[in-house]
């Protein structure tokens, strides 16, 4: 398999995302990010979102040239507006107003509304951590999963994220998920031809499957559920968690496996949140977005 170099990979990316009708700025945005998952290792969330994100571009269901800014503000509060862009601009845009007014307020608030897919996370949360305070991110998707024992979707993944600065080390990150699995590793499967794990999905008799394209027109399980787990739908299973969530992380533990950190992080209508606050008197920055 050829090696791309990251610099390369992420300009490609902009080239696609440019000509597909997102602005510059937008597009070098969208590229670092995804690149940078795809660094880490975390395909699912990285490149491979290209081509869908280059569709809606195309198809106008995300505006390319739309500029991020603030509608609402009160205080340590306010809400983004992304115009129905691509959602990287409008979560950095959120990510700055947060730490300015956590600063002179202690904690902070933001929501981004009328947004996209955001990718991992808990990368949006690297420049709290760095400022030395606790970053959360929340995001709603659309139905993907059913009920514990049903075969309609009715629940979203809904993402959530967190960094924690440590003294003399690096932050601990942790992403957590509603799902088995993520939607974008099953994507890839199918695209290669490949089976899936049995307990990754369900197709949409509510059957456990290996087939990545029936997991595709069937739906996600809650936690373990495809594996007979009993744990009833109010379950959330931990998908990476790592000391270090930064590139020069060292370890990340999950449910049931250690490995490295790099393997984590590594060199629409629904509004979402965004927070920070200084570690120092206990307080919390959070960053929400829509799938």
Known sequence: MPIVPIEKLTDLSRQALEAA????????STARFLVAAEAAGLSSHGVSRIPRYCAQLRNQRTVGDAQPRVIREKGGACLVDAGSGLAFPAC???????LN????????????????HFGVAAMHLHPIAEAGMVGLAF?????????????????GTNPIAAMFPC????????????SEVARG?????????????????????????MDAAAALAGVLPVGSRA?????????????RAAPGGAPRGSREWSL???????????????????????CSRVDIATLCSRA
């Open 92 to 98: 950095e845009l959120a990510v700055a107003e947060v």
């Open 227 to 239: 594996r007979g787990s009993d744990g009833g739908s109010g379950g959330q299973r931990p998908r």
């Open 185 to 209: 590793k099953i994507m890839i499967a199918a695209k290669e031809g490949k089976p899936i794990p049995l307990g990754w999905a369900l197709d949409k008799e509510g059957n456990p499957t």
């Open 21 to 28: 009708g997102a602005a510059s700025e937008a597009a070098r």
């Open 256 to 278: 049931d496996h250690v490995r490295p950190a790099s393997d984590m992080l590594r060199p629409r209508d629904h509004t979402t949140l965004a927070s920070a606050a200084p």
């Open 139 to 155: 995001g709603n998707s659309p139905a993907a999963m059913p009920p514990w024992g049903g075969k309609t979707p009715i629940f």
């Open 101 to 116: 007014r956590a600063r002179k307020y202690g904690v902070a608030f933001a929501g981004v509304t009328n947004s996209n």
């Open 167 to 178: 003294r003399n080390a690096d932050p601990l990150a942790i992403d957590v998920s509603l």
